[in-house]
């Protein structure tokens, strides 16, 4: 999958070192949840982990025929994890969409939804939570 590729990429570019861009691994979020996200930004190197993860400072899902899933239970099972910076690559209606702060929610599946969600596309930038001095071309996540 290209955008999953270039996505990746991006990330790279602008998380530099100090940073490891996970691709397609679990994440240890609860004794009974471990989703694998297409991305995962944590601190840290792959050596500074003997397990997998039990958080990351952006997680970002490439969605096309996986659209619903990814804003219904995984939105929710990390919004409950408390992930601050969720983003679903839309590849559907060509946008990223940009999910921020975790609250609970009893409307969802477990528990727990984002209090805001951003709608960008192609010509805007964002800035991950984690990095907020980047400028990342919405662009460059749809490619």
């Known amino acids: 999958m290209l955008a999953f590729s270039k996505t990746s990429l991006v990330l790279a570019q602008a998380f530099k070192t100090g940073f490891w861009i996970r691709s397609q691994a679990p994440l240890s979020l609860a004794a009974d949840s471990e989703p694998e996200s297409d991305l995962a930004v944590v601190k840290g190197r792959m050596e500074d982990y003997s397990d997998h993860p039990t958080t990351a400072l952006l997680i970002v899902e490439i969605s096309d025929s ?3 899933h990814d804003r219904g239970i995984k939105s929710s099972l990390y919004a409950k994890a408390g992930i601050e910076d969720y ?3 839309n590849l559907v209606d060509r946008q990223v ?9 009893a409307g969802k599946r477990c528990g727990h939804g984002y209090a805001t969600m951003t709608v960008l596309n192609a010509g805007a930038n964002v800035a991950p939570l984690g990095l907020p001095g980047a400028a990342i071309a919405v662009s460059d996540l749809l490619r």
């Open 87 to 89: 983003w679903i690559v």
């Open 97 to 105: 969409e940009i999910y921020r702060q975790p609250q609970r929610d």
């Open 66 to 68: 996986t659209l619903l």
